[in-house]
């Protein structure tokens, strides 16, 4: 009984990870924007979006075509950049990001 209640104990550590960890990946990113860390959110949407994440590359377009209205003077408005990644995501098949395709066309 003892061995089995150690088996279960060690396989829950490893699916649960250690106490107190950071979230991976896309999570990581959005909880960087959940806390308002607009900067970091923005940069690791976007490197996320270089490795092929679809939406990480919406979010991150988004975020490039809103800038410091709504992020703040430390995310840019690059309205170049927003569409590259609005793009990607697009072909990678996000309906909202075609969707914001459209409202940008004609921006500056």
């Known amino acids: 009984m003892?061995?089995?209640?150690?088996?279960?104990?060690?396989?829950?550590?490893a699916v649960a990870g250690p106490a107190g960890a950071q979230p991976m990946g896309i999570e990581?990113?959005?909880?960087?924007?959940y806390i308002a860390e607009y900067e970091r959110s923005l940069a690791l949407y976007e490197q996320l979006?270089?490795?092929?994440?679809?939406e990480a590359a919406e979010r991150a377009g988004f975020m490039l075509m809103q800038g410091?209205?709504?992020y703040g003077p430390r995310v840019p408005r690059d309205v170049a950049r927003?569409?590259?990644?609005?793009?990607?995501?697009?072909?990678?098949g996000r309906p909202h990001a075609l969707f914001l395709l459209g409202l940008s066309a004609g921006t500056d």
């Open 2 to 13: 003892s061995r089995i209640f150690l088996l279960q104990a060690a396989l829950l550590l």
């Open 28 to 33: 990581q990113a959005h909880h960087a924007h």
């Open 49 to 54: 979006a270089a490795l092929g994440d679809a």
């Open 68 to 70: 410091p209205i709504a």
């Open 82 to 92: 927003a569409t590259a990644w609005l793009e990607q995501a697009a072909r990678a």
